[in-house]
């Protein structure tokens, strides 16, 4: 048994840990995850984007721009700057949320609307999928209206489609979950038998 598998084997124990209660030791390897993952990150950033990007194109400017506008949200954090950080917060938010839009337009809108328009092999697949897609943002759609005594009512109709939205999100979570789980399980039963040498 090598020193790297009793290490990672250890650490695996710790976070399993968590589910008896949260401890220090559990919160110290998520903490050291969390930073060498972050390292990582900034590392393989600076290697694979910023330095091929130099040595591609040579276009440093808008590279200086970019440097910029981390400087400026970096600035966020000092109390009299705060106002200052709001450009480079918008700038990010405007450009996520284009990207966002145009990769749900074109990521899942598009075939949705394609696979339920076109006949396919599979109809009720594809009437599934369509009325799960409705029916979810329809879920987060309110539309309620405020009555004279100032509370919030829906229409029976919101109502009888916001369940069944609510159904298909319950469905999702529970299949993420059990997936997370089988996989945390797996990921212990490889660290076990690696520790006993099977």
Known sequence: MSFETLISFTLTLIIFSYLLRDNLLYRLVIYTYIGITSAFVVITLLENVVAAYLATTGDTLLLLAALVL???LALRAL???RAVGLLPLAFL???GAAAAVTGAATGTILPLVF????PSADVVNSAVLFVGVITTLLYFQYGARRRADG???RTLLARGVGAIGEAFIVVMMGATYGAMIISSLSVFTGQLS????R
């Open 70 to 72: 981390v400087a400026l």
């Open 79 to 81: 109390p009299g700057f």
């Open 115 to 118: 696979n339920v328009v076109v």
């Open 151 to 153: 509370t919030l009512h």
């Open 194 to 197: 690696a520790l006993l040498g």
């Open 93 to 95: 938010i405007a450009v």
